[in-house]
């Protein structure tokens, strides 16, 4: 268990689950709140799609160039890791732009 889910109560922790399933279940005006949040946050959109297309990217060249041979295992598993992470990252940002929160 980790420290956080150790100091947290489990009430509050079902009042986050909570809400973040009514966010998600929002719909039709989950639609049109993700379109407004895009249209508010335009250049952060664009910067984040880019560098998830740049990132993807490099994991695909990363995976090709350890199976033709060209990088070793050594090499793939030190930015292998580095890429899923700021990926993963990228990926967290647009789903709390997308609910208009701060999830980790």
């Known amino acids: 268990m980790s420290e956080r889910e150790a100091t947290?109560?489990?009430v509050d922790i079902k009042e986050s689950l909570d809400d973040i399933v009514q966010k998600l279940d929002q719909g039709k005006t989950s639609r049109s709140n993700w379109i407004e949040s895009i249209d508010a946050n335009k250049e952060e959109w664009e910067r984040l799609k880019?560098?998830?297309?740049?990132?993807q990217r490099a994991l695909k060249q990363l995976v090709t160039d350890k199976k033709a041979g060209l990088i070793g295992t050594v090499e793939f598993e030190k930015q292998y890791p580095k890429l899923q992470d700021e990926l993963t990252e990228l990926e967290t940002t647009i789903y709390n732009m997308r609910l208009g929160t701060d999830i980790k």
């Open 8 to 10: 947290s109560d489990p």
């Open 50 to 55: 880019s560098r998830i297309q740049q990132c």
